[in-house]
């Protein structure tokens, strides 16, 4: 069953952008919904786990999540905002 992962990305109390949850695992076919305030930029440049390409994702944008392959089961992806690499997150996962 596919699932929507809604992640937030947010300031710490040190003023870094991190994602809440800082992991997410998501399978191919699933979606995240990006939450974040109109600030933040988030992108995946280079190499990104999305249908839709590297972003910016815009606050309450949907993103897909690909296909294995192109993906690989236990890959990483490391959001981006404001051209910084970001605490979080995107793991693909084989689900059940």
Do not use: Y
């Amino acid at each position: 069953m596919k699932e929507n992962h809604p992640i937030t990305v947010d300031v710490d109390e040190h003023g870094q952008h991190v994602c809440r949850p800082t992991r997410t695992r998501a399978k191919p076919g699933d979606t995240v919904q990006w939450l974040q305030d109109s600030k933040a930029s988030v992108s995946f440049p280079g190499n990104t786990p999305f249908v839709q390409g590297e972003g910016p994702f815009p606050p309450g944008s949907f993103s897909t999540v690909k296909g294995v392959p192109p993906l690989n089961f236990g890959a990483e992806f490391v959001p981006v905002v404001n051209g910084n690499k970001i605490k979080g997150a995107i793991i693909i996962d084989k689900g059940d």
